[in-house]
């Protein structure tokens, strides 16, 4: 296939995906200008760098740094959708999600009749809530439920501190004896007694009911199946006193044993560090195609993972005609009619039509640094960012082949509009048979939130 038609339907595709993307993300976070604000918080913990900000539960902003601010506390700067209208009544407060106790920011508007506050200006915070402030009070609640049950536990010695618990039931056992004998052979007027009971309270209810049942005394009927339930009520909650002493259950456990507390408390904090990782993992995804002065069509898909904002991986796809070469020769010999024989030697070169990245890197501020696979050969870059602007520079050095020399590349982006930006190139800048070229390319450029954003309009 003609690699211009290639070319031009490639731009064509990406052109339906930016205005695709443009028309349904047009209010999500991630996408239009942003104004940075600034908050002191007394506590940090939780809170990381490139984390969203939220109004009414929709993202609509990040955090850029998060730095120390002497004595006072964390020093926050975060930037907001230049949509959103910040005034001198919005405040900011710090939330968690589910019983791990994953933190967000939220910003509460307020009221939206004052000015606008202007850039770099400063947004009171509040006190957090959420489960980490109901786990503070279920704390305290097991810490008092402890003190009842080490206050039961002394009421139940004597004066010598011997515990009481075994002459109780010592007593019982002799109640029971006695009650025993007592029945023993007096069933028949134990049985006439129960009747007469049975009878002078269907006699009174009866009554009561007559003479009564307007008046709030008529309700005297009820007082039985009340004072059973009570008294079930009492049973149920002393076997739970019982079991709370014994150390048996989950509470039992917490109250009896501290070592559990710990572990418990170890336990969760880990799991929720390990939760806090894994949400801030973030991606960016970059696709362009385009054309070089030399060898023709030029289209790659690269993928950057941070799973924290000093490290990354780069993942990738490059379809050109760079980088190793397969060199297969064949020999032909053709006898004529005369009976000379004729020798041909065909030597044919095969370019690697795809090709791969897979690098480790590591961003220091704006430099960042990286060395793997570039291009399905090994090789080591060097970048140079400009958040501000929407600028990325780089180096690469890779392909170190004999004859040509090594591909030296010096890579410029830049952001056009939204997602769209522009690439370009120079290769085999030190080449030895003077093969140098450049690449011209108009590409796309995705975060995870735009992705996500993306994804969530095609669930519904």
Known sequence: MNPLKVGLLTLAAMASVVVMSLKITSNKSGFGEYVTYKTILDDASGIFEKSSIKVAGINAGRIKKIQLNGSQGALVTFEMLEEVKLTDKSRLKIKSVGFLGDKYLDIILGDQSGERLPPNSMIRSEGGQGFEELGKDAGEVLKEVKEIAKTIKEALRDEQGKNMVKEIIANIHDITGSLKRLSSGNEDKINQIVDDVRAISEQLAFETDRYQKDSLMGDLSKIGPILDKADSAVSDLKIIIADLKDGKGTVGKLL??????????????????????????????????????????????????????????????VTNEFGPQNQRESDTYTTVNDGTTTHTNTRKIDHSNFKFNFQIGRRIQRFGLRAGLIESTGGVGLDYFFPDWGIRTGVELFDYQKEAGPNLRVIGEFKLWNVLFARIAGEDLVSKSGAQSATFSLGLRFSDQDLAALVGIFAR
């Not at 390990?274 to 696709?287: F, M, P, Q, S, T």
């Not at 289209?299 to 950057?304: E, K, W, Y």
């Open 256 to 317: 009896r044993d501290d070592a559990v507390v710990d572990q418990v408390s170890q336990t969760l904090s880990s799991v929720n560090r390990l939760v806090n990782r894994i949400n801030n993992i973030e991606a960016d995804i970059g696709l362009s195609t385009g054309a070089n002065t030399r060898t023709g069509t030029d289209t790659r898909f690269d993928m950057d993972i941070y799973p924290a904002p000093e490290r990354f991986f780069r993942l990738g796809i």
